[in-house]
């Protein structure tokens, strides 16, 4: 006979399921084609928006603020498991107040369009991540990311930039080419004209 935690702790965890997921995706403003795993968390969950075609992945969390803050995804977004969104941060300041007790900073997250997050990743309130940025796993995004950019760290920094395509890198380097090709022939062009010069002067002085 089974005991009856078992029956109990089935039952917290379906309640808490229905608490931060299935009540919450009602909630969500979501665009066509989104998909997420059974276990994403949300909370505040009629203040987030998430684009056609994103995916969440397993244990993801994503919080707006009680208030004001705000979470907003763009389309064809990839998030790995465990990424942690929030548009809402306690206040630390020192004193008899408790952490927990203290005003919440709520400013709304907002990540572009295309944008990796790796898993594990963590973005703070106010923060927003540009269009097509590479994000890696483990790093903690404080400040705004550029587009097309490569992330990481404690906390986020640029380490680099996404490669463009085979024939775009191609063609920039035909251009890089010729543009010196040109310049070396004007240098060659300019040498050859001074010379003709001084060989003038040498022959008028003679």
Not at 12 to 31: K, P, T, W
Not at 138 to 163: F, S, Y
């Amino acid at each position: 006979m089974l005991d009856v935690r078992t029956y109990l702790h089935a039952f917290r965890l379906a309640h808490f399921s229905s608490y931060s997921h299935v009540r919450q995706v009602r909630r969500l403003q979501l665009g066509k084609g989104v998909s997420m795993a059974p276990n994403v968390s949300f909370r505040n969950a009629e203040r987030i928006s998430i684009g056609a075609g994103s995916h969440l992945g397993e244990h993801s969390v994503i919080w707006a603020g009680n208030s004001t803050g705000r979470v907003v995804i763009g389309e064809k977004c990839l998030f790995a498991p465990n990424v942690t969104v929030t548009a809402s941060n306690y206040g630390i300041v020192q004193g008899d107040v408790a952490i927990m007790d203290q005003p919440k900073d709520e400013r709304d997250v907002v990540i572009g369009d295309g944008a990796w997050l790796g898993a594990n990743v963590v973005v703070l309130a106010g923060v927003t991540i540009g269009e097509g940025a590479v994000v890696a796993a483990g790093a903690v995004v404080t400040k705004d990311l550029p587009a097309q950019c490569i992330a990481g760290g404690v906390p986020a920094k640029v380490i680099g930039t996404r490669p463009l395509p085979a024939s775009e890198e191609s063609a920039e380097s035909d251009a890089a080419d010729a543009a010196g090709t040109s310049g070396a022939s004007a240098l060659a062009e300019a040498a050859d004209a001074a010379a003709d010069a001084d060989a003038h002067a040498a022959e008028a002085a003679a």
